[in-house]
């Protein structure tokens, strides 16, 4: 993962079978998953086990470009944990919370090689996905490169129930 390659299939369709058949099909969110053929065919066999399906699949699209200036802004403290960001949220010296002031630092996974090799891995993997979703008529498109409130109005809309 401090590389920006994904967990491996297994692993993650185990987690969400696990999570699934411990709370059942009915309202749950999966964020970043499925990335890959595999899972989305496990998901679909798993969700049909359950007798559920998928009612959308949001696709916020946003360029590569924003993606990667939002991602290696992000700084988080050693001590507390806090998360700041060098554009939404910078750190302006305030106390941490555990005492003194904040020791800032960079995760692995938010570094620029390791957030351009996750992108790249997104298009291989995790773009063909767009397709199948679109076929089953449950893709939702976000534009996720505009206002925060903006964007939560178009999830908002694309999830809600309809008559």
């Not at 049909?48 to 939002?70: I, Q």
């Not at 060098?86 to 800032?104: H, I, M, R, W």
């Not at 995760?107 to 773009?127: C, F, M, S, V, W």
């Not at 996905?129 to 996720?144: F, K, V």
Request: net charge negative; hydrophobic share 40%; with cysteine.
């Amino acid at each position: 993962m401090d590389a920006g390659e994904l967990v491996p299939d297994e692993v993650m369709v185990g987690m969400i079978r696990e999570r699934l058949g411990a709370d059942g099909a009915d309202d749950f969110l999966l964020d970043g998953f499925p990335r890959t053929d595999a899972q989305a065919k496990a998901l679909d066999e798993m969700l049909g086990d359950l007798g559920a399906a998928l009612d959308a699949v949001l696709l916020l699209a946003v360029p590569r470009e924003a993606l990667t200036a939002r991602l290696s802004g992000r700084w988080l403290c050693k001590k507390c944990g806090r998360s700041f960001h060098e554009v939404f949220a910078p750190y302006n010296g305030e106390s941490c919370e555990k005492g003194g002031t904040c020791e800032l630092y960079q995760r692995d996974d938010d570094k620029p090689e390791a957030i351009a090799n996750r992108l790249d891995g997104y298009e291989k993997q995790t773009a063909p996905l767009i397709g199948y979703y679109r076929d089953a008529g449950i893709l939702r498109e976000i534009d996720g490169d505009q206002d925060p409130d903006a964007v939560y109005a178009q999830i908002s809309a694309a999830l809600a129930p309809t008559a």
